[in-house]
């Protein structure tokens, strides 16, 4: 017997996958999360499945989890005390940041925090050019007194970033000799280690981040191994990373910025599964959780990358999926604010003391509540009856927090709170298309998330997406994306380069270098050869922009080639800004390489579609208020396990299921294909 278990930390629940290798039986579990020790509920929940089913903790094979410590420790400023030695004339870098502001006319917009204490910051002489060469070399003497400092005053990691280290990192790796020397045992994160990549800010910012993580990441990596070992479990575990691949735990110690959001990538890779199944390559994800939305675009079956994000206010420059977070989730609590207009998040009642129905002395209407009042949930248990529920607290909050404020009545309260939610989450949505050139119409929203399937289809409504398609189970998609992730390296080298042929060498020659690298850490994941798999990227511009477009390229990199990423280049450039110009030269900027280790995966076989299966009889049918409807309507609730392959549902219905609950308004269609998924069709007229 061999199984896997994929864990997702969530901000209100735990999610969990248990797959049985032999017999392909799938299961899933959930787990209120505990803030304080996010382990407690992953240890917790394991330990209840192991003895639930009767597993010896020693056939479990692979167990890959979220995680949410680093994401956590920043939003929370919970991380170490930090020391930065850098370049004589740069230790100010962080407070000038770059020209562009995240909001150009807002004066009073308040910078991020610094998380870099006063008098933390260390310059040492030594000076390497743009080609380089070294200009001045490095003062030893500078850099010890520069530790010693750092010691004195208590520096618990030291970040080292200096000019020029990712074209010569010699001079940072001698002073992560020094540091070793001078204060053995602090963590130590050089950038040339994590970013070789040129843009000062944006690298000693990922430097400074990763630092200041370290601490944290290690003492957690060391708490839940050991944790692990405890239960009997034998293998070690993986955690994702932001670009929806796994690791070893132990190589985050070393990269902990990678792992910051971690968590919802892996449902943009439990899609892209499902996506695959259905032969659908051009997905909008709708990730909504019991905190947050997130968002992201699948097109030709891939998740978009991005290599720039920012995370609380500072640029990371590393790759992750593309994902947009909004603060609207079922915890979302609803206020009237001093205009006297209804607003929706971004605060979370989270996981304690929840939404007010969840009787655990939450006071605040939040989605839920509304979503309860409307019909749309059960009133008196959610997660398959495991749940108990009260609806008359719901209706209390609405009542005294959003009706005596306004002049609302009771359901017109609880519809206009997921009127706004639903208007954020469309907002999210556009980010992520219009706002990047794409068509959403041409694409299918995938509803996961505990409460995705209760909004999808209004919110595709009004995107003008005619299609929603719902997993079977939803809300643990993410804990199933777990089950699915490969193992993958992302390397890069800046070199501004003139894309022409007298520039082939130097690219072959850097590719040949990041490659070296990319198949040693394979080696030390201990990927076979013959699961190891590259892709080969390179950031292109127009000589004189300041902007790049990765454009995937074939290898070997020959003239064929290069001119075959000059024409992608442009058409992307098109794509992008409404233009191209063929005959201005391009410029490759940074070089790229994923080394991919093909982990192996669940395989959820089809079942045989039932052309005449008949819908069975509800379970009760429930008065509903639906968005833009005038009354409640009589809807059919149905158990959705007890929904054949092949059945078809003419809204309005709804069907329940332990991790979510699925809406099927009026004017949609729904049907049950041959891996169980819910795929529902408007039916309407186009919107205006």
């Known amino acids: 017997m061999s199984y896997m278990i994929g864990v997702d930390v969530g901000g209100t629940f735990t999610d969990f996958s248990l797959f049985d290798t032999q017999t392909g039986a799938l299961t899933h579990y959930k787990r209120s999360s505990t803030p304080e020790d996010p382990s407690k509920a992953i240890m917790g929940g394991i330990q209840e499945i192991l003895a639930e089913q009767q597993i010896d903790p020693k056939d479990v094979s692979y167990l890959a989890h979220g995680t949410t410590v680093a994401t956590n420790a920043l939003i929370e400023k919970k991380g170490a005390r930090m020391g930065l030695i850098t370049t004589e004339g740069f230790?100010?870098?962080?407070?000038?940041?770059?020209?562009?502001?995240?909001?150009?006319?807002?004066?009073?917009?308040?910078?991020?925090?610094?998380?870099?204490?006063?008098?933390?910051?260390?310059?040492?002489?030594?000076?390497?050019?743009?080609?380089?060469?070294?200009?001045?070399?490095?003062?030893?003497?500078?850099?010890?007194?520069?530790?010693?400092?750092?010691?004195?005053?208590?520096?618990?990691?030291?970040?080292?970033?200096?000019?020029?280290?990712?074209?010569?990192?010699?001079?940072?790796?001698?002073?992560?000799?020094?540091?070793?020397?001078?204060?053995?045992?602090?963590?130590?994160?050089?950038?040339?280690?994590?970013?070789?990549?040129?843009?000062?800010?944006?690298?000693?910012?990922?430097?400074?981040?990763?630092?200041?993580?370290?601490?944290?990441?290690?003492?957690?990596?060391?708490?839940?191994?050991?944790?692990?070992?405890?239960?009997?479990?034998?293998?070690?575990?993986?955690?994702?990373?932001?670009?929806?691949?796994?690791?070893?735990?132990?190589?985050?110690?070393?990269?902990?910025?990678?792992t910051a959001v971690s968590g919802p990538s892996a449902g943009v890779i439990g899609a892209i599964y499902i996506g695959k199944q259905c032969g659908l390559d051009k997905i909008i994800t709708f990730d909504m959780g019991g905190t947050s939305i997130d968002v992201s675009l699948i097109e030709n079956g891939k998740a978009q990358l991005s290599n720039d994000r920012t995370v609380e206010g500072y640029p990371a420059r590393i790759p992750m999926i593309d994902i947009v977070t909004v603060g609207a989730g079922g915890g979302s609590i609803a206020r009237i604010d001093e205009g006297g207009a209804l607003k929706v998040g971004p605060r979370s009642a989270g996981a304690t003391p929840g939404p007010a129905c969840y009787m655990r002395g939450g006071e605040l209407p939040c989605v839920t509540d509304a979503n309860i009042l409307l019909g749309k949930l059960n009133s008196e248990k959610i997660l398959g009856g495991k749940m108990d529920v009260d609806i008359s607290l719901a209706e209390k909050a609405i009542r005294t927090h959003i009706c005596e404020k306004s002049d609302l009545d009771l359901h017109r309260a609880a519809a206009g709170i997921i009127s706004v939610v639903n208007s954020n989450m469309v907002r999210a949505i556009r980010v992520v298309s219009v706002e990047r050139g794409y068509d959403p119409r041409e694409f299918t929203l995938m509803a996961f998330g505990g409460a995705g399937p209760l909004h999808a289809c209004e919110v595709a409504r009004d995107m003008g997406i005619r299609q929603v398609l719902m997993p079977p189970s939803p809300g643990t998609l993410c804990s199933l994306g777990l089950l699915m992730a490969d193992t993958k390296f992302d390397l890069s080298c800046s070199n501004l380069t003139p894309a022409q042929p007298d520039s082939l060498e130097k690219a072959q020659k850097i590719f040949q270098d990041l490659l070296a690298e990319g198949n040693a850490l394979l080696d030390k994941e201990h990927v076979a050869q013959d699961k190891r798999q590259y892709t080969y990227t390179v950031d292109c511009r127009y000589m004189r922009q300041n902007y790049e477009i990765p454009i995937q390229i074939t290898m070997p990199f020959d003239k064929a080639s290069m001119d075959n990423m000059i024409e992608q280049f442009n058409q992307e450039h098109e794509h992008a800004y409404g233009y191209c110009n063929r005959e201005m030269p391009v410029q490759m900027v940074n070089f790229r390489i994923s080394a991919i280790g093909v982990m192996e995966k669940p395989n959820l076989a089809a079942v045989t579609l039932q052309p005449d299966a008949k819908l069975p009889q509800p379970m009760e049918v429930r008065k509903v208020l639906f968005d833009r409807e005038e009354a409640f309507v009589d809807t059919n609730v149905y158990r959705r396990s007890d929904l054949k392959a092949g059945v078809t549902i003419q809204g309005p219905a709804i069907l329940e299921q332990m991790d979510s609950t699925c809406v099927i308004p009026p004017q949609w269609q729904a049907y049950t294909d041959a891996y169980h998924n819910i795929i529902a069709t408007y039916q309407g007229g186009d919107e205006e």
């Open 91 to 258: 230790k100010d870098l962080m407070e000038i940041g770059w020209q562009r502001r995240p909001s150009l006319y807002d004066l009073r917009r308040p910078k991020p925090e610094n998380l870099i204490p006063a008098g933390m910051k260390q310059e040492v002489k030594e000076r390497i050019l743009h080609d380089g060469s070294v200009l001045t070399p490095l003062d030893e003497d500078s850099v010890r007194n520069a530790v010693r400092y750092l010691k004195a005053m208590g520096a618990q990691t030291i970040a080292v970033c200096t000019l020029f280290s990712f074209l010569n990192p010699a001079h940072e790796d001698r002073i992560k000799e020094i540091i070793d020397e001078e204060y053995p045992g602090v963590y130590v994160s050089a950038s040339h280690d994590l970013v070789a990549e040129f843009r000062e800010y944006s690298r000693m910012s990922t430097t400074m981040l990763n630092a200041y993580l370290g601490p944290v990441m290690k003492e957690y990596v060391h708490n839940f191994e050991r944790s692990v070992q405890e239960t009997g479990i034998q293998v070690a575990p993986y955690v994702t990373q932001s670009n929806g691949s796994i690791i070893s735990i132990a190589e985050t110690v070393d990269c902990p910025i990678k």
